[in-house]
Nanobody
Framework: VQLVESGGGLVQPGGSLRLSCAAS????????MGWFRQAPGKQRELVAG???????NYADSVKGRFTISRDNAKNTMYLQMNSLKPEDTGVYYC?????????WGKGTLVTVSS
């Protein structure tokens, strides 16, 4: 499975972005997927996960601000990010688990700065 993220960029604090992760195969049967981010000098961390079709979990730091979703018809996963903060800056990666293997995209950079 190949994954391609898009939608990153520079945004001011308080702004919004929607990230997309387009998959090369149908995601209909994929039960575990998520978004991770890696800030400069820090380890990659889970931001939002989606399992079993509609069960979501979020890092405490993004709860109430970020929303993960999927569109099976478009083979795409999304991350809606609102009320962005400078500490949300980093490279955002999508990941799926497909037949027990992890597949990652190459990432998209999000910079939150005035």
């Amino acid at each position: 499975v190949q994954l391609v993220e898009s939608g990153g960029g520079l945004v001011q604090p308080g702004g919004s972005l929607r990230l997309s992760c387009a998959a090369s195969k149908s995601i209909f049967s994929i039960n575990a997927m998520g978004w991770f981010r890696q800030a400069p000098g820090k380890q990659r961390e889970l931001v939002a996960g989606l399992t079993g079709g509609d069960s979501t979990n979020y890092a405490d730091s993004v709860k109430g601000r970020f929303t993960i979703s999927r569109d099976n018809a478009k083979n795409t996963m999304y991350l809606q990010m609102n009320s962005l903060k400078p500490e949300d800056t980093g490279v955002y990666y999508c990941k799926v688990i497909y037949y027990g293997l992890d597949y990652w995209g190459k990432g998209t950079l999000v910079t939150v700065s005035s």
